[in-house]
């Protein structure tokens, strides 16, 4: 038998570990990194076994057989259904860093009172089970120590109490990093965890083996006593039976240490869930293993205590050893309860009770005065929970309380159920619901169970007791969720959901964790940001958070860009939620740094959500999601790079041709302004969208040499919805390699064109030549009679014909094309290049001989390359040319008409039918016969008309009797 200090030396013994191993993980990168390893946050929710469980299990399956398993059924039910509860939630106290119910319920129904109402309720509801811990330690302590029961070992509690508020203070206020801060708490809890499973696998182990042999010899037993088995193999069919499970499995949510260990121990660390819905129901079957082992043991030694046969069976069979080991266990397993009770229950109270009325003030140590609050909390839960142990002394009535605690805990559920599935839940509606099962709830726990159930006479109060047969938990727990559910659908029926609710309500509802929020601000400094948060945090902490989360982003102290603001934000929030909870950090927040969260608006975060929840719709939603599927999917393939902007210039689509177009890809693109874009894409972008013209052609990115060619066209497309969406639609296209073809075609009519010159050009440098070999011959006569200068002067002036004829043609073959860039300053005489044109158009002399008769205003200049204004002539009039016969006049007008400058060219040809004339601007498109045109004239001219932003036009015919064309071309007029 142990005596009492060696119980106290095992209490000091744990402690002594455990802040052992909270020193390690402090001091040692090592240790560090393994608490961070998924099987140490696996092991930590073995918490799900509280002391109650760890001794009484025993005593619960010998009275009601297999319904006390349903306290493991309905946990593992929860686990194994992790996808439909447990996994959404995970993901929005996640992307919200929410660490308690509390915070989830204030922050889907933008509620400060929605926290604080489910902050003292839980605190009201918890309790009990809280001093149950310690009654069960108390009740292992006498059963050890052979004492009276009524003989509370208050002095063992008191201390254990103590412990775990010291270690409860030492985690919350050792580290400000929470994520720090959860890691200790894993590490500590998975220790407390393992221990316990030890201890339990000791006992089964002990029983099998220690008391029975082997386990043949336990089935030789179960053969001999069939009557010790017939309670348990009994199934239960009462609603009781089945309740309790549904209340079990919503304990998960509504306990707040399960949703502690559970949610934000997986949130702050980092740590994946996906493993948990099969390692915590193994965990629990493991668990549950030795619990009928011991039971048969402890009666085959011949106890008749079922309540704590782990004790009994280590008594009679005379193993001290054991019955420290067990003891052990139990103060590991009343341990991890209570730290964990301790922490969250006082960071609830913190964040949704204390700081709502005492708010922070500036002035003060901001984090010197929430450690203090911290501390002031915890003692007061453990007080709190320390004084009701010691004033319920009925251990079955305190049981009964612990057990309606678990039933408290289904009031959250349809909370929970509404958050993530029904967008029309407000915040009336959920704490009309609250309200109700709690009335409901608390008229079982407090009025007498004849009143309430009728089940006997009696009008005692405080009558409950634990006895999971009787169907009055199925009735409370039944009746009070009904009250719940009716007054949430009501009251929500009934009341008008406010924007922002509206807002999160979405967000909740479609749950995804890429949302792309719209936040925007009027400043990019970071030490503007910090000035703003200053009058609510202090100076010096708000310049810490900021630098902070500077540096979580991975930005430097210094102007911001949009998206680094965006980033910045979203890092403080969620360091502000952990610090003051999200209630307090988001008003501050939205106080120092009001931006607009407008995500119905945001047709980026939209598309994100429709695609998350895109398998869970059906019928007529499924066919619209299929044709969205389809339309976004066409988008994507286009072979024409395209893009949708916002009115604010944001991109909200971006699809993969543009992405290859530009080197931009989807992420970086999406959500940003067109002119933040990198260059030279920005520039083009912005300024193309906030112009008033709807095409721009041939714009050339880069270098003439190896850049790209594009065509940018937009459209407004307005989409119908409630909140008026209006979107333009921007398309790029890459002509590229159209460019490079033209340019080869071009070059090969300037050689065609240079090759029908040829023969003129002979002709006409023949006569010169030949007058230059007369003049030389009568040079030397001339010498003679001394007019020499006459005849030198004469040679120089058919020099001069030479070289102006060749050069012409030089000027016309090494001339650069249309397919170069437009430059803006470029100017053209008109009569300059005019003449220009004739005078190489007559060198042809195998052409039709028309004459050419110009009408050009002095002084006017067009604003175009000259070269190009004379390349566009040529074809023009050459066209006119070969339209016309031998002696026709070709006229040739142009002045200037306010900022343009106009030229005509009027021929007397043959004229255009109707019905070519809207095909004669079209590439490759001719009348003429085979071998005599390539179609490529007329095009040329049109492509350099609109390049450089000027109009062309044609009439056909011109005169009465159907004959003549008049081509008319407006050019930009250009500065002298």
């Known amino acids: 038998m142990l005596s009492a200090g060696i119980l106290l030396i095992l209490v000091l013994l744990f402690f002594a570990g455990w802040f052992g191993v909270s020193a390690l993980i402090d001091l040692n990168k090592g240790w560090r990194n393994l608490t961070k390893k998924p099987f140490a946050y696996h092991i930590s929710l073995g918490i799900i076994g509280s002391a109650w469980t760890f001794f009484t299990m025993t005593g619960l399956v010998q009275n009601y057989g297999i319904s006390a398993f349903s306290y493991y059924i309905g946990i593992s039910a929860v686990f194994l259904t992790a996808p439909l509860l447990l996994q959404p939630l995970l993901q929005l106290c996640k992307r919200y860093q929410l660490t308690s119910l509390a915070d989830l319920m204030s922050f889907r129904f933008r509620s400060p009172t929605a926290g604080t109402t489910t902050t003292l309720l839980l605190i009201v509801s918890i309790l009990p089970f809280y001093a149950l811990q310690l009654e069960t330690l108390a009740e292992a302590t006498n059963q050890i120590l052979a004492t009276n029961n009524a003989e509370r070992p208050y002095w063992l509690i008191t201390i254990f109490t103590i412990l775990c508020a010291v270690s409860a203070l030492q985690l919350s206020t050792r580290h400000n990093a929470t994520s720090q801060r959860h890691q200790n708490l894993i590490a500590l809890i998975a220790m407390s965890s393992l221990v316990k499973v030890i201890a339990l696998l000791a006992l089964g182990g002990f029983a099998i083996w220690g008391v029975f042999g082997s386990p043949a010899g336990l089935e030789q037993w179960l053969l001999n006593n069939p009557s010790t088995t ?78 704590f046969a782990s004790i009994s069976m280590a008594i009679l069979a005379d193993a001290p050893w054991l019955n420290g080991l067990t003891f052990i266990g139990g103060i590991a397993a009343a341990a991890g309860i209570v730290v964990v009770l301790n922490l969250a229950l006082s960071t609830m109270l913190v964040n949704h009770v204390v700081l709502r009325i005492s708010p922070l003030n500036p002035s003060q140590n901001i984090y010197q005065k929430l450690n203090l609050i911290r501390r002031a909390t915890i003692v007061a839960i453990a007080s709190m929970g320390f004084l009701l142990f010691v004033v319920l002394r009925d251990p079955d009535k305190l049981q009964g309380f612990a057990l309606m605690s678990f039933t408290a805990s289904l009031q959250f559920i349809p909370g929970c159920i509404a958050l993530l599935y029904w967008r029309g839940a407000t915040r009336e509606g959920f704490l009309s619901g609250l309200f109700a099962g709690f009335s409901v709830w608390l008229m079982f726990v407090f009025f007498p169970e004849g009143v309430v159930t009728g089940l006997d006479d009696q009008q005692q109060w405080f009558t409950l007791r634990l006895d999971m047969s009787s169907n009055i938990w199925a009735l409370s727990a039944a009746t009070s969720l009904m009250a719940n559910v009716i007054g949430l659908l009501l009251i929500s029926w009934l009341s008008d959901m406010r924007p922002e609710e509206r807002r999160v309500a979405l967000a909740c509802v479609l749950n995804n964790q890429n949302q792309t929020d719209q936040r925007q601000i009027d400043t990019h400094s970071a030490n503007d940001i910090a000035q703003r948060l200053a009058p609510t945090l202090g100076e010096t902490p708000a310049s810490h958070e900021v630098r902070r989360a500077l540096q979580q982003i991975g930005a430097r102290w210094g102007n911001l860009s949009d998206t680094q603001v965006s980033e910045l934000i979203k890092a403080l929030e969620a360091n502000l939620i952990q610090l003051l909870g999200p209630v307090i950090a988001q008003q501050t927040l939205r106080n120092a740094l009001p931006y607009n969260e407008d995500i119905e608006g945001d047709i980026v975060y939209l598309e994100s959500q429709l695609e998350s929840v895109q398998s869970q719709l059906q019928g007529v939603a499924g066919e619209l999601r299929t044709m969205r599927a389809n339309y976004q999917s066409m988008l994507l393939e286009l072979p024409i790079g395209a893009l949708t902007y916002d009115t604010m210039g944001k991109i909200t689509s971006w699809n993969r041709t543009i992405a290859e177009i530009t080197g931009i890809n989807q992420q970086q693109a999406l959500k940003q302004p067109l002119a933040s874009l990198p260059t030279p894409w920005g520039d083009l972008l912005g300024e193309f969208a906030k112009g008033k013209h709807r095409h721009s052609y041939k714009r050339l990115i880069g270098d003439n040499s190896d850049g790209r060619w594009v065509n940018l066209h937009k459209a407004a497309v307005e989409r119908h919805s409630t909140t008026n969406i209006q979107e333009q ?105 005019c003449r220009e044109a004739t005078k190489l158009l007559a060198l042809d002399k195998e052409k039709t001989h028309v004459d050419f008769t110009l009408n050009i205003e002095q002084g006017a200049v067009a604003a175009i ?34 900022d343009t400058i106009q030229i005509e060219v009027i021929d007397e040809g043959c004229g255009i039918p109707a019905d070519q004339q809207e095909k004669i601007f079209e590439p490759f498109f001719t009348t003429k016969d085979t071998g005599s045109g390539t179609g490529l004239g007329l095009s040329l001219v049109y492509a350099i008309v609109e390049q450089h932003s000027g109009i062309i036009a044609v009439q056909s015919p011109v005169a009465s009797d159907g004959r003549g064309t008049r081509f008319v071309i407006t050019l930009p007029v250009g500065q002298p």
């Open 230 to 307: 017939q309670q348990f193999y009994k199934p239960s069919v009462t609603p009781s039976y089945q309740i309790l499970m549904i209340i079990f499995f919503a304990s998960i949510i509504g306990m707040p240490h399960l949703f502690h260990m559970v949610f934000a121990g997986a949130s702050a660390s980092g740590r994946r869930f996906d493993n948990a819905r099969w390692a915590v129901p193994l965990l629990l079957l493991v668990m549950s293993l030795p619990v009928l082992p011991t039971l048969w043991a402890s009666a085959a030694l011949g106890s008749d205590s079922s309540g």
């Open 865 to 898: 390359d000259e070269q190009r204004l004379i390349q566009l002539l040529i074809n023009l009039l050459a066209n006119a040319r070969d339209a016309s016969q031998e002696g026709q006049q070709i006229l040739i007008n142009g002045r200037a008409i306010k």
């Open 729 to 833: 639609f921007l398309l790029i296209e890459d002509i590229s390699e159209t460019q490079i073809l033209e340019k080869e075609l071009i070059h090969s009519e300037r050689l065609a064109s240079i090759g029908r010159l040829a023969a003129g050009v002979a002709h006409e440098i023949g006569n010169p030549i030949t007058g230059i070999a007369c003049l030389a011959q009568n040079l030397d006569y001339d010498i003679k009679e001394g007019c020499a200068d006459q005849t030198a002067k004469e040679i120089l002036i058919q020099t001069d014909r030479v070289n102006t004829i060749v050069r012409s043609l030089m000027n016309f073959a090494h001339g650069e094309t249309y397919a170069g860039g437009v430059d803006d300053k470029a100017t053209a005489s008109l009569d300059y290049c």
